[in-house]
């Protein structure tokens, strides 16, 4: 068993050199996982994809392999999934936890899942999930009952499979993101019916658009959001790609405010997750993108028919939270 056959059909060179078919793309993953595959030639494979251009049926074969390990996940009832892979210093406080907590409030089930790299204390997902009142599990078992008791819940990737993360972490090997994080976006494990996906690269958002098409994904939205995570911005206009009922759609969003702020906001500081939720801290900024993030998330799980019923549900659902002290 070798990755050769699929490495050479990439690599020929200009006019023969072509991409894989989602049959040939699940086939080499199968393989990568298997441990079986020569290390020199998975980096090959996922560098030429990167330098040719991932296409929706590679990343598709990849997702299918990638779900063929991870079938005790689909029976923990989630109804929204919710990748957190971003990486980067730029970040600031992962508000879009706090704008998960409040979309959970309106009945919708979260899994978060994912691994972050590069980033600073304050931008650390896993390090602030108390503060956003999120808890964490390592099997299926635990994030079922939390998702009972919770409505939402934070798996770690190595949780899941302690073999994608280190396709994942080969970044720090070639210098470069993979395809693997692409993958991961769209790996929905526990198979929600709906997903929202960040991106940090444009021209992902059709990708991952393409690609839970290609799934059969009967809901999803995908916006290029704060370093990567699905946030929204609320002083820019935002360009939503996504499916409903499995039918691909476009559409712009006009900001919430004139206001402009860097992700690493230099006044942010530890607890402010917690500050904000309870009403300790009110941040017009901050505030604006938790509820304006809620709000497509309540649009793409099918809870809100369009965005300003998102938004004022998301309003709604903030103002009745208040008294409640994160966790």
């Known amino acids: 068993m070798s990755l050769a056959p699929y490495v050479h059909a990439m690599g020929r060179g200009p006019g023969r050199a072509r991409s894989l078919d989602r049959s040939e793309a699940e086939d080499a993953m199968r393989l990568i996982l298997s441990g079986e595959a020569a290390p ?17 049926a590679e990343i598709a074969g990849f997702v299918t392999a990638m779900r063929a390990g991870l079938d005790e996940w689909q029976g923990i009832g989630a109804t929204l999934d919710w990748p957190s892979y971003a990486a980067g210093r730029s970040r600031g406080l992962p508000l879009f936890l706090l704008s998960a907590r409040l979309v959970a409030r309106a009945g919708v089930r979260i899994l978060l899942h994912g691994w972050n790299s590069h980033q600073n204390p304050l931008a650390d997902v896993r390090g602030t999930l108390d503060q ?11 994030a079922a009952l939390a998702l009972d008791s919770d409505g939402i819940v934070y798996v770690p990737l190595e949780a899941m499979n302690p073999r994608l ?15 693997v994080n692409t993958a991961l976006r769209a790996l ?13 690269h444009p021209p992902y958002r059709e990708l991952q ?3 839970g098409a290609e799934l059969g994904e009967p809901r999803l939205m995908v916006l290029k959001g ?6 929204r911005n609320p002083a820019k206009p935002i360009l939503l790609y996504g499916l409903e009922n499995g039918n691909c759609y476009e559409q712009t969003i006009d900001p919430l405010l004139d206001e402009n702020r860097r992700l690493a906001d230099p006044t942010a500081a530890q607890g402010d997750l917690a500050r904000l939720w ?17 709000a497509l998330a309540l649009v793409a799980a099918g809870i809100a028919p369009d965005v300003a019923a998102g938004e004022a549900r998301a309003a709604a659902l903030w103002s009745e939270r208040q008294g409640v002290a994160a966790a």
């Open 165 to 179: 993360l280190s396709l994942l972490r080969l970044r720090e090997v070639l210098g470069l993101r993979s395809p």
């Open 209 to 211: 658009q393409d690609t």
């Open 132 to 142: 956003a009142g999120i808890s964490q599990a390592e099997t299926p078992e635990a």
């Open 188 to 200: 929905n494990p526990a198979r929600a019916r709906a997903s929202v996906q960040g991106v940090f």
């Open 40 to 56: 020199e030639a998975v980096g090959a494979l996922f560098m030429l994809m990167r330098y040719r251009g991932e296409t929706a």
């Open 226 to 231: 704060g370093g990567g995570e699905f946030e």
């Open 278 to 294: 309870s009403g300790r801290l009110d941040d017009e900024f901050a505030r604006a993108t938790i509820l304006g993030t809620a």
